[in-house]
C-alpha cells in the first residue's frame, strides 16, 4: 500500500512555544490530506482537511489561528500547533489518499504532543 | 450526523478463540467502510476495505462484512495469537474522498 511519512513522533515543548508537524505521501501525490486528534481512550476526530494550493477546511471548534495548515504541494502538508498549551497534548495523526485510488485511506505514524 | 459505534469496547479472550467485533452506523449511505489496527500509541494500519457495493473482504485470518441496510459490519478474526493484541478502529467515509469518520475502537487483548 501507499506510504504516508509523519514527522517527529513525538514532541516535548514548552507553554506558549510552537510546534510543527509534517505530513508526507512518499511514494503517491495526494491532492487532499486530513489531519485528525486523538486523546487517550478516545477515537480519532477530524481537525481540519488540507487542500493542496488553497485554504484548509477546518471542523466546528477547532481554531484555524491556532491549528495552521499548509499544504504547499502534492506530498507534504504541515500543521503548526501555535502558542500550544498544556491542554493541547494529545496524538496528531494525518492520513491521506492516493490520487489515482480516491478509496483507501493511509495514515501517518501520528506524533505524540506534549505541552508542559 | 453519521456516527460510528463499536461494541465491546474491550475484549479478552485466550489464544486460538475465534472472535467478532461489531461496528454500526447510523447513516447507510456511506462509500467505504475501512478496518483499522492501532497498536498503544503508534499509527494506524489498515486491515481490510470495503467498497460500499460489496459485502464482505477477506485477508489471512481476518474476514470483514458489510450489510448497509442494517447499518452494521463485522470483523471476523480466526484463530486468535498474542499478536492480535491492539485497538481495533472502525471508519467510513460518506463520500469519495471525504474524511473518515472514526468509532471508539475495541480493545483485544489475547492471552497465550
Known amino acids: 500500500g501507499a506510504v504516508v511519512s509523519q514527522h517527529p513522533s513525538w514532541v516535548i515543548c514548552k507553554s506558549g512555544t510552537s510546534v510543527k508537524i509534517e505530513c508526507r505521501s512518499l511514494?503517491?501525490?495526494?491532492?487532499?490530506m486530513f489531519w485528525y486528534r486523538q486523546f487517550p481512550k478516545q477515537s480519532l476526530m477530524l481537525m481540519a482537511t488540507?487542500?493542496?494550493?488553497?485554504?484548509?477546511?477546518?471542523e466546528q471548534g477547532v481554531e484555524k489561528d491556532k491549528f495552521l495548515i499548509n499544504h504547499a504541494s502534492l506530498t507534504l502538508s504541515t500543521l503548526t500547533v501555535t502558542s500550544a498549551h498544556p491542554e493541547d497534548s494529545s496524538f496528531y495523526i494525518c492520513?491521506?489518499?492516493?490520487?489515482?485510488?480516491?478509496?483507501?485511506?493511509?495514515f501517518g505514524q501520528g506524533t505524540r504532543l506534549t505541552v508542559v | 450526523k453519521q456516527e460510528v459505534t463499536q461494541i465491546p469496547a474491550a475484549l479478552s479472550v485466550p489464544e486460538g478463540e475465534n472472535l467478532v467485533l461489531n461496528c454500526s452506523f447510523t447513516?447507510?449511505?456511506?462509500?467505504?467502510l475501512q478496518w483499522f489496527r492501532q497498536d498503544p500509541g503508534k499509527g494506524l494500519t489498515s486491515l481490510l476495505l470495503?467498497?460500499?457495493?460489496?459485502r464482505e473482504q477477506t485477508s489471512g485470518r481476518l474476514n470483514a462484512s458489510l450489510d448497509k441496510s442494517s447499518g452494521r459490519s463485522t470483523l471476523y478474526i480466526a484463530a486468535s495469537q498474542p499478536g492480535d493484541s491492539a485497538t481495533y478502529l472502525c471508519a467510513l467515509c460518506n463520500q469519495a474522498g471525504t474524511a473518515l469518520i472514526f468509532g471508539k475502537g475495541t480493545t483485544l487483548s489475547v492471552s497465550s
Open positions: 492520513s491521506a489518499r492516493d490520487g489515482t485510488d480516491n478509496t483507501e485511506a493511509f
Open positions: 511514494d503517491f501525490q495526494a491532492t487532499t
Open positions: 488540507s487542500n493542496e494550493g488553497s485554504k484548509a477546511t477546518y
Open positions: 470495503i467498497q460500499s457495493s460489496q
Open positions: 447513516d447507510s449511505a456511506i462509500y467505504n
